[in-house]
């Protein structure tokens, strides 16, 4: 999440871009709340940097929770700008609201991650809801059939134990796992600048 993470990231993206490359990452992924203000900055300062930039956003959905969602080509970059203003048309001034179905008719393009935080999935793993759980899974794992991972989050303790379903859910359902880091600042010294915001 950048400074376009209104009221939440702080990082600009030469921060960004420059972080990863000194940590020998070979990408990154912008994924700043409901919006892609930061997509061409960040594209341009990620390959200055030697960084292979990945473009996405972390949309708000109806009844679902938050999901991540990468593009993958043209057509899914067209795709999430359509899907986000959509969503801010619908939820109107300062509301973000996008239906699932919105989504599932625009999904051409798009890898989706579903597992963190404030995913829908991940609560109802956390709260030992398993049945639930893998009906909503399978449900996103038919849709997005080769476009779908689940993410795994070690932000904190309760994670652990999320974790292993999510890997669970993995094996049973044949849906790839990956590891992501919810970043919305970069140096331990800005965590306090981002508590303020």
């Not at 509301?95 to 597992?115: C, N, S, V, Y």
Request: glycine share 8%.
């Amino acid at each position: 999440h950048s400074r376009f993470s209104l009221l939440d990231g702080i990082a600009d993206m030469e921060a960004i871009a420059a972080t990863a490359r000194k940590m020998h990452m070979p990408a990154v992924a912008l994924t700043d709340h409901n919006n892609l203000y930061g997509a061409v900055p960040f594209f341009q300062k990620a390959k200055d940097f030697g960084v292979k930039p990945l473009i996405g956003a972390e949309l708000s959905l109806q009844d679902s929770g938050n999901v991540i969602v990468l593009v993958k080509n043209r057509q899914g970059y067209e795709n999430l700008c359509e899907l986000i203003s959509i969503g801010h048309l619908k939820g109107g001034h300062g509301h973000f609201l996008l239906p699932p179905r919105e989504l599932f008719k625009r999904k051409e393009g798009l890898i989706l991650l579903l597992g963190g935080q404030k995913n829908s999935l991940y609560q109802l793993l956390l709260h030992r809801k398993i049945d639930k759980a893998f009906k909503n899974d399978r449900k996103w794992s038919g849709v997005f059939s080769g476009q779908l991972y689940l993410e795994l989050q070690l932000l904190t303790p309760t994670d652990v134990l999320v974790n292993r379903r999510l890997a669970d859910f993995s094996q049973t359902l044949q849906i790839p796992i990956t590891a992501s880091n919810n970043m919305h600042f970069i140096e331990r010294s800005d965590w306090q600048l981002h508590q303020i915001m």
